[in-house]
């Protein structure tokens, strides 16, 4: 299995950031998706979720109407727009596949940090 994220980066509050997934190893066009953060000192917290088809998508509270999640198949990639973020935001940002633990992380991450 092979996730690599990538588009992190420190932006102050209200600005937005696109992260993206590129997904190998795995039946990609199955397989539901998640993005998830950990935060400094916290556990893993998942913050967008899209189906296998793309036509779902969930969202916590502290992420609807904030950040939104899609997958392109055919190109095996799935992207987290997240707009007027937050300091709380911070973290690292990883893509899941559904079948695993929400702290599995096959890739190394991509680090999202919101500071004025």
């Known amino acids: 299995v092979q996730l690599v994220e990538s588009g992190g980066g420190m932006v102050q509050p209200g600005e937005s950031l696109v992260l993206s997934c590129q997904a190998a ?15 400094p000192g916290k556990g893993p917290e998942w913050v967008a979720a899209v189906n296998p088809a793309g036509s779902s998508t969930m969202y916590p509270d502290s992420t609807k109407g904030r950040f939104t999640i899609s997958r392109d198949n055919a190109r095996n990639t799935v992207t987290l727009q997240m707009s007027h973020l937050k300091p709380e935001d911070t973290g690292l940002y990883y893509c899941v596949r559904g079948q695993d633990d929400l702290g599995t992380r096959w890739g190394q991450g991509t680090q999202v940090t919101v500071s004025s």
């Open 25 to 39: 190893g795995f039946s990609f066009q199955t397989s539901h998706m998640r993005w998830a953060r950990q935060g």
